[in-house]
C-alpha cells in the first residue's frame, strides 16, 4: 500500500522568503503525485500534479515540484513567498488508474508580512 | 473547473439518530467518487471508494453498516451516518473524479457534531 510523508508540519516563513516543503512517498509502482493546498476555511484546492514526463512541474500561484524518482520525492517549492500563501499543504499520491488518493499529514504553512 | 457541491456544510444532531451527506458533480460525469474523514490537524483518511451503480469499497476499520454509501448516479453519492455518536463527530469530505488520468476534486465538507 501506498503512504506519503510530509517531514514539515509547521513552517513560519517571512515574505518573500523561499519556500521548500518536503514529501517522501512509499509505493511500489507507478504513480501520480499531487499538492493540494487548504486555505483557511476553505476546500482543498489542486495546486500541481505530475503524471508523467518532465519531472519538474510548474502549478498555479508561481508553485513548482520536482519529482526525483530514485529519492521518492516530491518536494514543493516557490522562489518568494507571500502571507496569501498561509495554508495547510498536503501532498498526496495514488497509483494509476482509478486507485485512492493518500495523502501526507499536511504541512502548516504560515507566512508573517 | 470542475464543482463538486457537498451539503450540507454543517450539521448537528443527537446521539443514535442517522445523518445524510450529499454529495454532487455539478458539471461532470463523476465516475469515481471518494469520501474522506478529517479530524483536528491531522491529514484526510479515506473511507471508502464508489463507483456507480455498485457496491462502495471501503477502507480497512470502516464499518460499511455504519457508513451508508450510495452512488446511484454519475453526479450524486451520499453518505449516511447511521446511529451516529460523538466519536463520529468529525469532518467528511467528498471528492469525484471522472477519468482514471484526472485530478480529484473536493467538496467543500461537512462538519458533523454530534451531541
Known amino acids: 500500500a501506498q503512504s506519503v510523508s510530509q517531514h514539515n508540519h509547521h513552517v513560519i516563513l517571512s515574505e518573500a522568503a523561499s519556500l521548500e516543503l518536503g514529501c517522501n512517498y512509499s509505493?511500489?509502482?507507478?504513480?501520480?503525485l499531487f499538492w493540494y493546498v487548504q486555505y483557511p476555511g476553505q476546500h482543498l484546492q489542486l495546486l500541481l500534479k505530475?503524471?508523467?514526463?518532465?519531472?519538474l512541474v510548474k502549478g498555479i500561484k508561481g508553485f513548482e515540484a520536482e519529482f526525483i524518482k530514485s529519492k521518492f520525492s516530491f518536494n514543493l517549492r516557490k522562489p518568494s513567498v507571500q502571507w496569501s500563501d498561509t495554508a495547510e499543504y498536503f501532498c498526496a499520491v495514488k497509483g494509476t488508474g482509478f486507485q485512492k488518493l493518500v495523502f501526507g499529514t499536511g504541512t502548516r504553512l504560515l507566512v508573517s508580512p | 473547473g470542475a464543482v463538486v457541491s457537498q451539503h450540507p456544510s454543517w450539521v448537528i444532531c443527537k446521539s443514535g439518530t442517522s445523518v445524510k451527506i450529499e454529495c454532487r458533480s455539478l458539471d461532470f460525469q463523476a465516475t469515481t467518487m471518494f469520501w474522506y474523514r478529517q479530524f483536528p490537524k491531522q491529514s484526510l483518511m479515506l473511507m471508502a471508494t464508489s463507483n456507480e451503480g455498485s457496491k462502495a469499497t471501503y477502507e480497512q476499520g470502516v464499518e460499511k453498516d455504519k457508513f451508508l454509501i450510495n452512488h446511484a448516479s454519475l453526479t450524486l453519492s451520499t453518505l449516511t451516518v447511521t446511529s451516529a455518536h460523538p466519536e463520529d463527530s468529525s469532518f467528511y469530505i467528498c471528492?469525484?473524479?471522472?477519468?482514471?488520468?484526472?485530478?480529484?476534486?473536493f467538496g467543500n465538507g461537512t462538519r458533523l457534531t454530534v451531541t
Open positions: 505530475y503524471f508523467s514526463g518532465d519531472p
Open positions: 471528492s469525484a473524479t471522472d477519468r482514471e488520468a484526472s485530478p480529484l476534486h
Open positions: 509505493y511500489g509502482g507507478t504513480v501520480n
